[in-house]
């Protein structure tokens, strides 16, 4: 396989479940990125992480928990998400956490939350 | 307030004819711009860019155009092709702060009819 690949594509889930989306990076690049794509709203970086270290936070709810076990992969752990959170969630990554101006994204995971 | 924005929503051509998708900004701390494309069920895909530094840059059918003392930019395809349909997406970067973030326009829907 290869650039970005995200699962799953579309994800239903109640208020008190708990999942996990999935990102995998085949293009060796250094830094993984989570962002939210809600309706009418522009995209939203939600956290970075550079080497498997989390560089950056934008003030994200705690039900939202990221995993980046190495530079490859990342997860976003979901769990007592609200109905607000229904959005479009993308994966990202970069050559580096600076070179973020060039970003390939993967298909994104379209979550709803009941 | 956006600092990013597309100020029409969506945006009809004739195959053939030149589609031009505008942007404007109002940070001047902005040093990057980008533009990106997304088809439907996918990740937006890096398209063209260019530096403050510049006021014109081609890449085959598509070229940007950079009016810094309007903090205006321009995206023009010529010629629109049908493949050319997505939403377009202006992005900005944020030299303030360490962190060079990104920020997004909502996205100008382009359809390019036959």
């Known amino acids: 396989e290869t650039g970005v690949t995200q699962t799953p594509r579309h994800l239903v889930m109640g208020m008190t479940n708990k999942k996990s989306l999935k990102c995998e990076q085949h293009l060796g690049h250094n830094a993984m990125y989570w962002y939210k794509q809600s309706a009418k709203k522009p995209l939203e970086l939600m956290f970075v992480?550079?080497?498997?270290?989390?560089?950056e936070n934008n003030s994200v709810p705690s039900r939202f928990s990221p995993e980046c076990p190495n530079s490859s992969h990342l997860f976003l752990h979901l769990h007592t998400l609200q109905p607000e959170d229904s959005a479009l969630y993308l994966c990202?990554?970069?050559?580096?956490?600076?070179?973020?101006?060039?970003?390939?994204f993967g298909s994104g995971t379209q979550l709803s939350v009941l | 307030d956006q600092q990013v924005k597309q100020n029409s929503p969506s945006l009809s051509v004739q195959e053939g004819r030149i589609s031009i998708l505008n942007c404007d900004y109002t940070?001047?701390?902005?040093?990057?711009f980008l533009w990106y494309k997304k088809y439907p069920a996918e990740g937006p895909t890096f398209l063209i860019s260019i530096s403050s530094i510049k006021d014109k840059n081609e890449d085959g059918r598509f070229t940007v155009f950079l009016n810094k003392s309007a903090k205006h930019l321009s995206l023009h395809i010529v010629p629109s092709q049908p493949g050319d349909s997505a939403v377009y997406f202006c992005?900005?970067?944020?030299?303030?702060?360490?962190?060079?973030?990104?920020?997004w326009g909502l996205g100008t829907s382009l359809a390019v009819n036959p």
């Open positions: 940070n001047s701390m902005f040093d990057y």
């Open positions: 990202a990554s970069s050559q580096g956490p600076y070179r973020r101006e060039k970003l390939f």
């Open positions: 992005a900005a970067r944020d030299v303030a702060g360490n962190n060079r973030k990104l920020i």
């Open positions: 992480y550079s080497l498997e270290e989390r560089v």
